[in-house]
């Protein structure tokens, strides 16, 4: 017998469908609720191991409160919703929910989401109940001591022997093919290929061709078979990077491919089998994609089984000496020249600089400073005057955090504290108020304002 579930729905036909969905597929279901007051009660008489949750229920509370009092619980959730516009998936993100499906859904896709969502707790579980001897082995390549660094690393090394799906998050140049490579060369796979797909870079009317390949005559210009990158990585890992780049039509096509690990080739009639690894890459926001309909919500959660979020080098700036260093050996080498060290006055610079391009700018400028030296020591980095200047002058301009959070401040102040409600602040910030709660947790504001 699988898991206990809870099912809090207030359209009775909606939850009446899923608990017989639910049950002729081995679940026990604990009860039906249609508000927050109602759930909690189900929950401390069944104790269900899952909660699937509607986001607008009976009463003043919605799934999205319930939501925050479930992680206090450690009581594992999904989200089923028809509500899809940004805030709410920006607040339904705050809760870190273990999946998120779109009414309407097939049962299939139901169950499917359920069986990823216990396989991602379950690895969660089982990253917090391993221990950490302080003997972490390196990852060739990752560079660096840091905290955020390391749990990286750590994520890596869990997730590497499994075939899960892995949605890697950072901003540009903060090494995600670095880590796809990693999470390949640790699996059992790495003895097949890894085929990079860049989905930035491929002409549109090519994509499918290029991703599944296609017939001789197929199109006008197929003179001959073209094996697609699914078939070219048979037996290893697909790495398609800046996944948010793809076009919707090509995007329900890999969903398919995902679900039915099978791929047809342009012009052909026979499917292929094929066995692959997916590792996924964006800078973007697929959430923000999702919300403004660019991206498809149900390959998002395909992906986003295993999410790691790279750090940007403004989080680990106790790094960049060791980065910094590595490239200078690096490239002295390449460049055969004997260039040995970096001088403090120089290193003082990459410590106080914003580094927008992040590591690959850094590696850049090893690279360049490294050709350009007049002696074994390398004195100064000529860096961007425009932000080396603003950096230095008093009174600069706030990071976007900073001023967020001195906006929602001030419309606290403006409201007395009062966060909803009328005359509310999150009425005078023009947002859902589970939103602004959100921020607020986010941000390091006090909740203790009613």
């Given at each position: 017998?699988?898991?206990k579930?809870?099912?809090?729905?207030?359209?009775f036909?909606?939850?009446?469908?899923?608990?017989?969905?639910?049950?002729?597929?081995?679940?026990?279901?604990?009860?039906?609720?249609?508000?927050?007051?109602?759930?909690?009660k189900?929950?401390?008489?069944?104790?269900?191991?899952?909660?699937?949750?509607?986001?607008?229920?009976?009463?003043?509370?919605?799934?999205?409160?319930?939501?925050?009092?479930?992680?206090?619980?450690?009581?594992?959730?999904?989200?089923?919703?028809?509500?899809?516009?940004?805030?709410?998936?920006?607040?339904?993100k705050?809760?870190?929910?273990?999946?998120?499906?779109?009414?309407?859904?097939?049962?299939?896709?139901?169950?499917?989401?359920?069986?990823?969502?216990?396989?991602?707790?379950?690895?969660?579980?089982?990253?917090?109940?391993?221990?950490?001897?302080?003997?972490?082995?390196?990852?060739?390549?990752?560079?660096?001591?840091?905290?955020?660094?390391?749990?990286?690393?750590?994520?890596?090394?869990?997730?590497?022997?499994?075939?899960?799906?892995?949605?890697?998050?950072?901003?540009?140049g903060?090494?995600?093919e670095?880590?796809?490579?990693?999470?390949?060369?640790?699996?059992?796979?790495?003895?097949?290929?890894?085929?990079?797909?860049?989905?930035?870079?491929?002409?549109?009317?090519?994509?499918?061709?290029?991703?599944?390949g296609?017939?001789?005559?197929?199109?006008?210009?197929?003179?001959?078979?073209?094996?697609?990158?699914?078939?070219?990585?048979?037996?290893?890992?697909?790495?398609?990077?800046?996944i948010?780049?793809l076009p919707?039509?090509?995007?329900?096509?890999?969903?398919?491919?995902?679900?039915?690990?099978?791929?047809?080739r342009?012009?052909?009639?026979?499917?292929?089998?094929?066995?692959?690894?997916?590792?996924?890459?964006?800078?973007?926001?697929?959430?923000?994609?999702?919300?403004?309909?660019?991206?498809?919500?149900?390959?998002?959660?395909?992906?986003?089984?295993?999410?790691?979020?790279?750090?940007?080098?403004?989080?680990?700036?106790?790094?960049i000496?060791?980065?910094?260093?590595?490239?200078?050996?690096?490239?002295?080498?390449?460049?055969r020249?004997?260039i040995?060290s970096?001088?403090?006055k120089?290193?003082?610079?990459?410590?106080?600089?914003?580094?927008?391009?992040?590591?690959?700018?850094?590696?850049?400028?090893?690279?360049?400073?490294?050709?350009?030296?007049?002696?074994?020591?390398?004195?100064?980095?000529?860096?961007?005057?425009?932000?080396e200047?603003?950096?230095?002058?008093?009174?600069?301009?706030?990071?976007?955090?900073?001023?967020?959070?001195?906006?929602?401040?001030?419309?606290?102040?403006?409201?007395n504290?009062?966060?909803?409600?009328?005359?509310?602040?999150?009425?005078?910030?023009?947002?859902?108020?589970?939103?602004?709660?959100?921020?607020?947790?986010?941000?390091?504001?006090?909740?203790?304002?009613?």
């Amino acid at each position: 017998m699988k898991e206990k579930i809870l099912i809090v729905e207030d359209e009775f036909i909606v939850a009446n469908d899923l608990k017989l969905m639910l049950m002729k597929a081995g679940y026990q279901i604990t009860g039906i609720a249609s508000s927050v007051v109602q759930a909690r009660k189900l929950i401390a008489d069944s104790k269900p191991d899952w909660v699937l949750l509607d986001i607008i229920l009976k009463g003043d509370l919605t799934g999205i409160d319930l939501a925050w009092e479930l992680r206090e619980m450690n009581l594992p959730f999904l989200y089923i919703s028809a509500n899809t516009n940004q805030s709410t998936l920006e607040a339904v993100k705050e809760t870190q929910p273990y999946g998120f499906m779109v009414k309407p859904f097939r049962e299939r896709d139901m169950i499917v989401m359920l069986d990823i969502a216990r396989y991602r707790y379950d690895m969660e579980r089982g990253c917090e109940l391993c221990t950490d001897n302080g003997n972490r082995e390196v990852i060739e390549g990752i560079i660096g001591k840091s905290k955020v660094l390391q749990d990286v690393v750590e994520k890596i090394r869990i997730v590497a022997p499994t075939d899960t799906s892995v949605l890697v998050v950072g901003e540009s140049g903060t090494g995600k093919e670095k880590v796809a490579h990693s999470v390949h060369e640790l699996s059992d796979r790495s003895a097949h290929p890894i085929v990079v797909v860049n989905c930035a870079a491929l002409p549109h009317a090519l994509i499918e061709s290029e991703l599944f390949g296609h017939e001789k005559g197929s199109f006008t210009g197929a003179n001959t078979l073209r094996i697609g990158k699914f078939e070219q990585a048979n037996g290893g890992t697909v790495f398609l990077d800046e996944i948010g780049e793809l076009p919707l039509d090509s995007q329900v096509k890999l969903l398919r491919v995902l679900q039915e690990k099978e791929i047809e080739r342009l012009g052909g009639n026979n499917t292929v089998k094929v066995n692959v690894r997916i590792v996924a890459a964006t800078n973007r926001s697929l959430e923000k994609e999702v919300a403004e309909g660019r991206f498809r919500l149900d390959l998002y959660y395909r992906l986003n089984v295993f999410p790691i979020e790279l750090p940007s080098l403004r989080e680990r700036k106790e790094d960049i000496v060791l980065l910094a260093h590595f490239f200078l050996n690096k490239y002295a080498a390449a460049s055969r020249r004997n260039i040995t060290s970096i001088s403090e006055k120089a290193l003082e610079q990459l410590l106080n600089y914003h580094w927008p391009g992040n590591i690959r700018e850094l590696e850049h400028l090893i690279e360049r400073s490294v050709l350009l030296a007049k002696t074994a020591e390398i004195e100064s980095f000529d860096l961007p005057k425009i932000i080396e200047k603003s950096s230095e002058m008093p009174g600069q301009l706030k990071s976007l955090e900073d001023m967020e959070r001195d906006h929602i401040m001030s419309a606290l102040q403006n409201s007395n504290g009062k966060v909803s409600g009328p005359g509310g602040a999150a009425e005078l910030l023009k947002i859902q108020a589970q939103t602004l709660y959100s921020k607020m947790k986010k941000l390091g504001i006090d909740k203790g304002y009613k």
